[in-house]
């Protein structure tokens, strides 16, 4: 078991925007948020670890959407021992995802809140499930 501690958390980005889509009032649209992860490693602190998470809702001309969003959140991690196993870097991002996602969940509700829209809440979801193919 991989032991941390988050240090901090800020979001580097945080847009909204309203589009206007002509639609019927009854019309629902498909929200399908698009995820991302990043890990970076600090060079000079071995134990160091930073997760990036990204969240994008974004319009097209094939799936409009009543709004444009996107939020990237940044946590900064350390790790009680360093890792050298592969396997340890997958347990630690996942486990770091885990306990990142809920405030990219809040992000997204406070700001579709702030825009004066019906605030978009995500289900509770597993963020460690939600890059189940993904190599480190």
């Known amino acids: 078991m991989i032991n941390f501690k988050m240090l901090g958390m800020h979001c580097e980005d945080m847009r909204f925007r309203l589009n206007v889509v002509k639609a019927e009032p009854q019309t629902k649209f498909e929200i399908k948020p698009e995820f991302n992860r990043q890990l970076k490693k600090v060079k000079e602190l071995p134990k ?67 825009a004066m829209i019906n605030p978009l809440m995500l289900p509770p979801l597993d963020g460690g499930a939600l890059f189940p193919d993904e190599k480190v």
Do not use: G, H, Q
């Open 48 to 114: 160091r670890r930073i997760v990036e998470l990204t969240v994008k809702m974004v319009s097209t001309d094939n799936e409009p959407k009543p709004f444009d969003l996107a939020i990237r959140l940044v946590a900064v991690f350390d790790l009680e021992e360093e890792i050298w196993l592969a396997e340890d870097e997958k347990e630690f991002i996942t486990a770091a995802t885990r306990a990142t996602f809920p405030y990219l969940r809040c992000a997204i509700t406070n700001l579709t809140s702030a």
